[in-house]
């Protein structure tokens, strides 16, 4: 059987690509945003935003376990300004991993650094370290690790490859976590947030708490790093060459109730996750690759399907049709290497080849998952899920 893209694009979704909220509000934002505007509608206070954002702040360190956290309008500034504290020289490279969003990897160009691509691990989207061991030079200057769609990559191989390939001048490697996706996950350092210089989470509207649709946070152990960025993120305090990154007081407000419910959203995510797995294990189908059971070390911000390898992209695709056309259910397709989502990331890493890269992209489905699902809706999801795979499974052998 086949289901043409003109059909499927017909199709009306009863559960999204990807929902546009990644947790859920209740009154409790409501009513911290009302308060924060009516505080601010007296002109002598107005919306300066320095006690929210310092409470919020405060709030996330002690949720990441470090001692400084410092709030952004936006998770690509923060990015952008951790990359910028390293002080790049011509030729210093940062090895990333080719699965990602492009944004990081636009922030190590705009840093001017040399940008070089690692391989996913085996049956997984994260940075694969026996690859990154094959990259590092005397030139390297830091590893940008992605926790990919919310599960937590080995980052203690990566801290030891760090520590064992210093730079001639700048000493270790500096560990530089994208966060983004997996807000409130725990690690076998504890919090993520605590392992490598800086980590960077996103606030954005699909991820797992949001302030307001925007912002960002980076949390590290350096004292002179978090002086740094608050110089940096409000015009430079007279000393460097900064601009406006700060948050604002509404985004704030919220960030610390989303900050409250944070475990409490995680913990229903991972729940459907594990059992839509669960409900998936009998397939039989070979090749196909479950998303890993493993507590809060997956917050599942994407629930992460690898088809089999034999099928390419078009038998993925195919699958999605199926989901979209027989079930209403939206899928995505996830992220391919960089340079194929950014002429700019193309240019500067021309050359560079990223065979597994491209076949973990080409076997990678994601449908939609959302805290607030019920578990019915999570039954039935699976079961389109089987429909669907079985059905392409018969036409593929």
């Given at each position: 059987?086949?289901?043409?893209?003109?059909?499927?694009?017909?199709?009306?979704?009863?559960?999204?690509?990807?929902?546009?909220?990644?947790?859920?509000?209740?009154?409790?934002?409501?009513?911290?945003?009302?308060?924060?505007?009516?505080?601010?509608?007296?002109?002598?206070?107005?919306?300066?935003?320095?006690?929210?954002?310092?409470?919020?702040?405060?709030?996330?360190?002690?949720?990441?376990?470090?001692?400084?956290?410092?709030?952004?309008?936006?998770?690509?500034?923060?990015?952008?300004?951790?990359?910028?504290?390293?002080?790049?020289?011509?030729?210093?490279?940062?090895?990333?991993?080719?699965?990602?969003?492009?944004?990081?990897?636009?922030?190590?160009?705009?840093?001017?650094?040399?940008?070089?691509?690692?391989?996913?691990?085996?049956?997984?989207?994260?940075?694969?370290?026996?690859?990154?061991?094959?990259?590092?030079?005397?030139?390297?200057?830091?590893?940008?690790?992605?926790?990919?769609?919310?599960?937590?990559?080995?980052?203690?191989?990566?801290?030891?490859?760090?520590?064992?390939?210093?730079?001639?001048?700048?000493?270790?490697?500096?560990?530089?976590?994208?966060?983004?996706?997996?807000?409130?996950?725990?690690?076998?350092?504890?919090?993520?947030?605590?392992?490598?210089?800086?980590?960077?989470?996103?606030?954005?509207?699909?991820?797992?708490?949001?302030?307001?649709?925007?912002?960002?946070?980076?949390?590290?152990?350096?004292?002179?790093?978090?002086?740094?960025?608050?110089?940096?993120?409000?015009?430079?305090?007279?000393?460097?060459?900064?601009?406006?990154?700060?948050?604002?007081?509404?985004?704030?407000?919220?960030?610390?109730?989303?900050?409250?419910?944070?475990?409490?959203?995680?913990?229903?995510?991972?729940?459907?996750?594990?059992?839509?797995?669960?409900?998936?294990?009998?397939?039989?189908?070979?090749?196909l690759v479950l998303p890993p059971s493993i507590g809060r070390a997956h917050t599942h911000y994407?629930?992460?399907?690898?088809?089999?390898?034999?099928?390419?992209?078009?038998?993925?695709?195919?699958?999605?049709?199926?989901?979209?056309?027989?079930?209403?259910?939206?899928?995505?397709?996830?992220?391919?290497?960089?340079?194929?989502?950014?002429?700019?990331?193309?240019?500067?890493?021309?050359?560079?080849?990223?065979p597994a890269a491209g076949r973990t992209a080409d076997r990678a489905l994601h449908p939609c998952?959302?805290?607030?699902?019920?578990?019915?809706?999570?039954?039935?999801?699976?079961?389109?899920?089987?429909?669907?795979?079985?059905?392409?499974?018969?036409?593929?052998?």
């Amino acid at each position: 059987m086949t289901v043409s893209d003109t059909s499927a694009s017909r199709t009306v979704l009863r559960w999204p690509e990807q929902p546009a909220l990644g947790g859920w509000y209740t009154q409790e934002e409501i009513d911290a945003v009302m308060q924060a505007l009516a505080d601010s509608a007296d002109w002598r206070t107005g919306f300066r935003a320095k006690a929210q954002e310092i409470a919020f702040e405060d709030a996330f360190a002690v949720h990441a376990g470090v001692p400084f956290a410092v709030a952004y309008n936006g998770a690509g500034t923060a990015m952008d300004q951790v990359l910028a504290c390293l002080d790049l020289k011509p030729g210093d490279e940062v090895i990333s991993g080719a699965l990602n969003f492009v944004g990081p990897h636009l922030s190590v160009l705009r840093a001017g650094g040399r940008l070089l691509l690692a391989e996913p691990s085996p049956g997984g989207f994260n940075l694969d370290p026996d690859h990154v061991a094959r990259l590092l030079t005397c030139r390297t200057r830091a590893l940008l690790v992605t926790h990919m769609n919310g599960q937590v990559a080995n980052m203690r191989a990566l801290l030891d490859l760090a520590e064992r390939h210093p730079h001639p001048e700048h000493g270790p490697v500096r560990i530089i976590v994208d966060a983004a996706r997996a807000v409130g996950a725990d690690s076998e350092f504890g919090p993520v947030g605590r392992a490598g210089w800086a980590s960077v989470f996103s606030f954005q509207s699909k991820k797992g708490m949001t302030t307001l649709g925007e912002g960002g946070m980076v949390t590290t152990f350096d004292e002179d790093l978090a002086v740094r960025l608050r110089r940096l993120r409000s015009f430079g305090k007279g000393r460097l060459l900064g601009s406006n990154y700060k948050m604002s007081k509404l985004p704030a407000a919220v960030g610390l109730v989303q900050l409250r419910r944070l475990r409490e959203m995680n913990d229903r995510r991972i729940h459907l996750a594990e059992q839509r797995s669960e409900l998936l294990r009998g397939l039989g189908v070979p090749g196909l690759v479950l998303p890993p059971s493993i507590g809060r070390a997956h917050t599942h911000y994407l629930y992460n399907l690898l088809l089999p390898e034999d099928w390419g992209a078009a038998g993925r695709d195919q699958v999605r049709r199926l989901l979209a056309a027989r079930h209403g259910i939206g899928s995505l397709s996830g992220e391919r290497p960089t340079p194929l989502g950014h002429e700019l990331i193309a240019r500067a890493t021309a050359g560079q080849r990223l065979p597994a890269a491209g076949r973990t992209a080409d076997r990678a489905l994601h449908p939609c998952l959302h805290p607030l699902m019920s578990e019915a809706e999570n039954r039935e999801i699976a079961e389109a899920i089987g429909d669907a795979i079985r059905t392409v499974a018969a036409t593929c052998t």
